[in-house]
């Protein structure tokens, strides 16, 4: 089936600038999204690009995307505690919103 | 608006045993769909919707049932439990415009098959 791969963990300094990177091999993938879940809750929807763009910025949050390289990064803006969560990527393929997720990326933001 | 409702929250059951998630959303989206979650694997699509009346499987779908007798509820039917099973199932909602991508995540069901 189409994979989608992210690094398992990620530690940074309160402060500075997170860069979580996610590849995927589906280069039919109509969006792409991040997710954020937070220990015992359920996903909460971060931000997505559509597949003809190559950056998005929403406050913090920049999101890049290379189709010829089908890779995604969501990079987050001076990282503050409330960060430290897990970051799953996802693309979405024709209709009916199905989701292919990534393994997803433990963010531990240390003071 | 209380979203995507999952019930229960928490189940254990024992091999054999029957039990059925219940997953209700009051947004009136079309497309309903199940994943389970499972340490280092991220999320895997069970079984979906994309309308009352029909249903799909998705990545996982041995072992599950389910079925969409209104826009509203989606329930997963494990017919038969086994320790394999064991994980935690969240259902999840979206609606069919273009222009409205998020999908709505349930609180999750955590299951244990002993």
Same mark, same amino acid.
């Given at each position: 089936g189409e994979d989608v791969e992210q690094s398992l963990f990620l530690s940074v300094r309160e402060g500075d600038s997170s860069v979580i990177n996610c590849t995927y091999t589906d280069s039919s993938s109509t969006y792409l999204y991040w997710y954020k879940q937070e220990p015992g809750? #359920?996903?909460?929807?971060?931000?997505?690009?559509?597949?003809? @763009?190559? @950056?998005?910025?929403d406050q913090r949050l920049t999101v890049l995307l290379n189709k010829k390289d089908k890779h995604l990064s969501l990079r987050i803006?001076?990282?503050?505690? #409330?960060?430290?969560?897990i970051y799953f990527c996802a693309n979405q393929r024709g209709g009916g919103n199905k989701l292919t997720f990534g393994t997803g990326t433990q963010l531990k933001v240390e003071l | 608006n209380a979203g995507v409702t999952q019930t229960?929250?928490?189940?254990v059951l024992k091999?054999?045993?029957? $039990?059925?998630?219940?997953?209700a959303q009051d947004m009136n989206h079309e497309y309903m769909s199940w994943y389970r979650q499972d340490p280092g $694997? *991220?999320?895997?699509?069970?079984?979906?919707s994309v309308g009352a009346g029909i249903t799909d499987q998705g990545e996982v779908p041995n072992g599950y049932n389910v079925s969409r007798s209104t826009?509203?509820?989606?329930p997963l039917r494990l017919l038969s439990a086994a320790p394999s099973q064991t994980s935690v199932y969240f259902c999840a909602?979206?609606?069919?415009?273009?222009?409205?991508n998020e999908a709505f995540? *349930?609180?999750?069901?955590r299951l244990t098959v002993v």
């Open positions: 809750a #359920g996903l909460q929807l971060l931000t997505y690009i559509f597949s003809n @763009m190559d @950056m998005k910025q803006a001076d990282t503050q505690t #409330g960060d430290s969560a | 229960p929250k928490f189940q091999t054999g045993q029957s $039990m059925t998630l219940q997953c $694997m *991220g999320l895997r699509l069970i079984h979906y826009t509203e509820d989606f909602s979206s609606s069919r415009d273009r222009g409205q995540f *349930g609180q999750g069901t």
